[in-house]
């Protein structure tokens, strides 16, 4: 697990908080390219990335407190109003990987969802949210959701057991169209050259990806996909 150094005051002899002691490794999860779009997911578990809700860092480990300098910050508290912003990560953490299916975990609170996009044949998925939590809270205190942690431990493992995407799936016709509004460079930058790391501190002038208030730079891949 490496966390972006983006979220630390201190990263020195950081260990895992569910106890297992584990030293968590701290580094660069920029992504993208510097003509495209770019920006840095909070955590990489594996080849899964995950971005953090804001509410969920300011009120959880202090050592774990936003800085709000990656256009992937997740800038409200509901991930379903968040898909404009979780959208744009998924495809560009797919090229990124170069390896199919990947996913993208959005995570508050009390919820978390799943993107996966298929950057060859265009296509892709989003879950529903899951709760991370049973309501109402029982006597003993707040109970994790054992379905939730179950779907939860399948994504992180998901290469064990993804299949990847089925014919009907193509077949249905239903594409993002994500491809078909980028233009000959982009499309060759999206496919061969973004990269993961060596991003951080770097202006966008792709205008046509910027919005207004809490949309960062997402509008315009959501209007592609809408």
Not at 69 to 79: G, T
Not at 122 to 134: C, G, I, K, M, N
Request: hydrophobic fraction near 35%.
């Amino acid at each position: 697990m490496k966390i972006d150094s983006g979220y630390l005051d201190n990263s020195e002899d950081m260990q895992c908080p569910c106890g297992c002691k584990t030293y968590i490794k701290v580094g660069d999860n920029s992504m993208g390219h510097e003509e495209v779009w770019h920006g840095s997911v909070d955590i990489l578990v594996g080849p899964v990335a995950v971005t953090v809700t804001k509410s969920s860092i300011d009120e959880g480990n202090s050592e774990l407190e936003g800085k709000g300098d990656s256009a992937f910050d997740l800038e409200i508290y509901k991930l379903e109003e968040l898909r404009h912003q979780l959208i744009p990560e998924s495809i560009i953490f797919s090229f990124a990987m170069h390896c199919g299916l990947v996913p993208i975990v959005g995570l508050s609170q009390e919820y978390f969802k799943i993107f996966m996009y298929e950057p060859n044949e265009d296509l892709l998925y989003e879950s529903t949210e899951f709760p991370l939590f049973v309501e109402p809270m029982s006597i003993e205190g707040r109970q994790l959701h054992i379905s939730s942690v179950v779907a939860l431990w399948m994504v992180i493992n998901y290469d064990c057991f993804c299949t990847g995407v089925k014919t009907s799936h193509v077949e249905f016709g239903y594409k993002a169209n994500f491809k078909k509004f980028l233009g000959e460079k982009q499309r060759e930058i999206y496919e061969h050259h973004i990269k993961i790391g060596g991003l951080k501190n770097i202006e966008s002038d792709v205008s046509e990806y910027k919005a207004g208030g809490n949309c960062g730079k997402f509008k315009r891949i959501e209007e592609l996909l809408a």
